[in-house]
């Protein structure tokens, strides 16, 4: 990579301002709301974690570049100008302490999108060499070998033989023509196996053909954590590569709120073209199956059971529903978060912040949120549908010395299937 | 009282249009400014279209949500309060509607005078208490710039000289209302270049946000 430098962040940022920036940015009433949604402000109490602030360096790039007043205040020398030392102080607060949960973008009075911005503003601090070591270690990773945890097929190529050989079945591998190709998360292959046994299974029961690719398995994007549109496009052509040579209409992206947003809605800009093929999240398809009685279940979870939507499927993709109808399907004891589908809270840990090492603290902190929604309804487990909110619920809940497993909702489903005879 | 006399019909007169005039600028440049900017093409599949949600959090967002009216009562209801108190003031009180008719043709009923005084003072209160909410809410505190305070000042001296004129509490008369007028007009001449640009950009803003989540099929 050449340089980066403090210029070519500030082009970088300059590139990102459109119309919703400026009309955002033109309507803030700096009414301090958006603290109020922000998990990291809330548990801190510190008011830099205020979700406009982190934005100043996005705004004062539109102030001065792309507003008549701006300019002419630049005249007269009364503009505040973003410095290397200003984007040094606030890489901790686009990357440590916002985990793009977008939950300020639903409750600003006057509309800001700030997640949006915040997405945009990660592009600057990236060419201004503003962007944490983790995420770099990640993004260089997923480059070089596919997999941002330098997870290789051969490691995968292990949990399939595992898992054929404990449930009987083919995991279909580089099979042309399937109805589906199957992306994975690398998080999932090391801390979920389950995941691949579940989906072998489900597949099987409803008659569903799909398959594995050699060369791509990996679903998630670095690229777009941390805010490189050219690492991340690259990332993208790779799926699209392998969907194309396998001849697959349908892509399922894996239970990850992340590679899902990633895959599903920012993808096809990435590359500047649309898809030959469709995207969906694996809890969509599992409700589709089901709507269509392809799926038979037999007995109900009795305990308690309550539900973590991961920011990345509900509030930012419109998956809200779906892992309602699944639920209601296996668990006859299931009671909801207060606050949930679109209006539920971060476990903390999305957004890259849980590569970023030193975000640790304020990852833990943020989950407090989490916690307080899930003391009040005292369940007996949690089901959620994405690896990385998962591994944040177990670290979470063990944290605070809390007895409540969490399950991945495609297994609960999987271990209810009903025996094919 | 001719020095006043003679300061009202000024403010009535060249000032009134001077105003007009740098509002009218200052806020085409600003809308043109973001409209031009646009947005790039989404290659996305869309689940839904995005007019309609984007129209709906238009009005939607008016209205905070359950769980941050619970978090912040404070700021929701006393933003609340004062908006729609200076809006009645500005909308409902006979002589502004003479005003707005004078310009427009449109006219329609006013409230009772003592109804609008009694809003009036209760705005008051209320943009006292944002300011003492500003001064004092660590938030709020930390992302205040100047421009907060001047716009604070502005909107109340526009409020504080309107109730003051209706009351009579200054004398002599043209002096307090050429005030009112003059701080309206500053008012204006200051909406295109600072936040009070809001009350137009707003509805682009939540256009925006409600197009971009709508089309992934959230209602925001
Ligand atoms: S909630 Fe919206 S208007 Fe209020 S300070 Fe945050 S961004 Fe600005
Ligand atoms: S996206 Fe979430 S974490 Fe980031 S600033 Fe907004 S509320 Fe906070």
Redesign the interface.
């Known amino acids: 990579m050449s340089e980066l430098t403090l210029e070519r962040g500030l082009a970088a940022f300059r590139a990102e ?8 940015f ?8 958006c ?3 922000c998990p990291f ?2 548990e801190t ?1 510190d ?2 974690y ?1 979700p ?2 982190k934005l100043e360096p996005l705004r004062r790039v539109w102030e001065n570049d ?4 701006g300019k002419i205040k630049g005249l007269f020398g009364l503009n505040h100008k973003v410095t290397d030392e200003m984007l040094a102080e606030w890489e901790e607060l686009l990357y440590d302490s916002c985990s793009m949960c977008g939950r300020c ?9 700030l997640a ?1 911005m915040i997405r945009k503003s990660r592009e600057g601090m990236v060419q201004a060499g503003h962007a944490p070591e983790g995420l770099i270690a990640a993004s260089v990773r997923a480059i070089q070998t596919g997999s941002p945890m330098g997870l290789q097929w051969k490691t995968l190529a292990v949990q399939i033989q595992h898992v054929q050989t404990s449930s009987g079945l083919e995991v279909p591998v580089d099979k042309e023509g399937a109805e589906y190709l199957v992306l994975l998360s690398s998080m999932e292959i090391i801390n979920f196996p389950e995941y691949l046994e579940a989906i072998t299974k489900i597949f099987d029961h409803a008659g569903v053909t799909w398959t594995l690719s050699t060369q791509c398995f990996e679903a998630t994007n670095a690229g777009i954590q941390i805010g490189n549109k050219d690492i991340a496009a690259q990332l993208v052509e790779r799926v699209v590569a392998a969907a194309e040579k396998l001849k697959v209409p349908k892509v399922i992206s894996p239970e990850c709120g992340h590679a899902f947003t990633a895959i ?6 990435l590359i ?4 030959p093929f ?2 969906f999240h694996i809890i969509e398809v599992l409700d589709e199956l089901r709507a269509a009685g392809r799926i038979k279940t037999e007995g109900m979870e009795t305990d308690r059971l309550s539900m973590h939507d991961p920011c990345n499927l ?7 529903q779906q892992q309602r109808n699944l639920m209601n399907l296996v668990a006859e004891n299931f009671v909801e978060l207060k ?1 949930h589908g ?2 539920q809270w971060c476990c903390g840990a999305g957004g890259g912040v849980s590569s970023n090492e030193r975000a640790e603290p304020l990852k833990m902190a943020a989950f407090k949120r989490k916690k307080a929604q899930i003391e009040e309804v005292n369940p007996e487990r949690m089901v959620t549908m994405c690896a990385t909110c998962r591994t944040q619920l177990e670290e979470g809940l063990e944290e605070f010395n809390m007895e409540i497993p969490v399950v991945g909702l495609t297994e609960m489903i999987a271990e209810h299937l009903v025996e094919k005879n | 009282m001719s020095g006043s006399m003679e300061f009202l019909l000024w403010t009535k007169g060249p000032m009134f249009d001077i105003a007009i005039a740098i509002f009218a600028i200052g806020l085409l440049v600003r809308i043109t400014e973001i409209f031009m900017l646009g947005r790039k093409k989404n290659f996305a599949e869309a689940r839904a279209g995005e007019w309609g949600p984007g129209f709906r959090t238009m009005f939607t967002r008016t209205v905070a949500d359950p769980g941050t009216f619970q978090r912040a009562p404070f700021n929701v209801v006393v933003g609340w309060v004062w908006h729609i108190g200076f809006l009645m003031a500005l909308l409902l009180f006979l002589p502004h509607i003479a005003l707005i008719e004078s310009l427009t043709g449109l006219s329609w009923p006013a409230l009772p005078n003592p109804v609008i005084s009694l809003v009036t003072s209760v705005t008051l209160v209320a943009l006292i208490a944002t300011l003492v909410h500003r001064m004092t809410h660590p938030v709020k505190r930390r992302i205040s710039t100047v421009e907060d305070y001047l716009v604070w000042a502005v909107v109340f001296a526009v409020v504080l000289t309107g109730w003051l004129a209706y009351y009579r509490l200054v004398n002599p008369y043209p002096l307090v209302l050429g005030m009112h007028i003059l701080s309206a007009e500053i008012m204006l001449i200051l909406l295109p270049f600072t936040k009070l640009t809001h009350i137009f950009t707003t509805f682009i803003a939540r256009w925006y946000n409600g197009a971009a989540f709508g089309r992934k099929g959230v209602q925001s």
């Open positions: 301002v459109d119309g919703p920036v400026a009309a955002f033109s309507s803030c009433v700096h009414c301090g709301i603290a109020q949604a402000y809330l109490g008011a830099k205020t406009i602030l792309f507003t008549l007043w973008s639903m409750v600003c009075p006057v509309g800001n999108d949006l599903r809605w920012e993808g096809p800009n500047g073209r649309p898809y469709r995207v509900a509030r930012k993709s419109g998956v809200i606050e679109k209006f």
